[in-house]
């Protein structure tokens, strides 16, 4: 490596001391504790009801938020403090956490509590998750940014994907309430400190005399529309998570199924997925060095349409294990580059509007895609829905194609 090369690298890293690093740990901590829940709450529920369609609601309660508020959640977003809003969500999840672990340790868990605690705290995520994303480009100077996001996605997928699922079982042997106290725990931490920092609030043009969080909303939604770059990224998001959709809701029927392989065999292949995602997010800032961040993403969904395409054709679980390892390496260079673009595009102040209205978008084709990828199986076998999904993937690349000049 240069000397130039070396000190380009250096300016496109983020600083770890100060902002960003207080920022990183509170989004890895956090994850950590979301995913100790998730893990732990469909055996709740199954404990508490046989009845498939009741379990999924549980799930449909984590979308339904961001269909209903997410529009909402990125105005007010816009409008306050971002750091403010984070900490102050996050105490509140936390204290919602906490009262929902004396419950179940108490005995006094149900399913119309495990409802209303899904869309309670995906409601408040709705603002969380677009405050973060505005605030992030406060932290951190402009060229840094993709190598932020990357390393927030890392530290995220590391704790979520790889360490906090295993620990699961340990945890319940210690008490049904404990991954939810630990959880409620982790908000509190996230809550501390996000509240320590001392970052400058984004520069705001005023608003207008009259305006109103609903026109606000509407021009998020229509400067993502004016934007073509950013528009046809979100329509191609959008087909992917209708792809991804289709996949995750019958990956398990596909694995033990298909492939004959029982749980280990899911086991290694949600492994190597959250693997293979660790190490995309080492790599994503360096491929849009070499490539631009168009070309990037396009290469990102090419890639994943090969490793769908192979997953849903070859009968071998070594292939599947391998498919997804890719297919979560490539899926963080996506992610990485798309939320990196988002930033850098957005008008001055419209970034918490601009990032909902593409998450509201993109978010919806998740739960279509969990039907599709059901009625698919159902009708052509278990190896169809990967087949399907790569039909979307494809038509999502085929999508972003013209972007290339």
Partial sequence: MTATQETADARQAPVWRGGFGRLWTAAVVSRFGDSLRAAALPLLAASLTDDPLLIAAVTACGYLPWLVFGLLGGAVADRVDQRRAMWAVDLLRGGLMAGFALAVAYGHASLALLLVLAFALTTLQTLFDNAATALLPALVPAEAL????????????LAGGLLAAPLVPALLLAGAAVPYAADAATYVLAALLVASLRAEAPQRPPRKDGSTLRGEMAEGLAALWRDRPLRRLCTATTLCNVGMGALIATLVLHVTGWLDAGEGGYAAAVTAYAAGSVLGGLLAARIARRT?????????GTVQTGCLAVMGAVHGLGVTIGAMAVFGLMGTVWNVNQVTLMQERSPEGMLGRIGAAFRTLAVGGAPLGALLGGAVAAAWGLNAPALLAAALFALAVASLAPLIN
Wanted: no cysteine.
């Fill in 146 to 157: 993709a190598g932020a996001n990357a390393r927030l996605m890392t530290g995220q997928q």
């Fill in 292 to 300: 631009g961040r168009i070309r990037a993403v396009l290469l990102a």
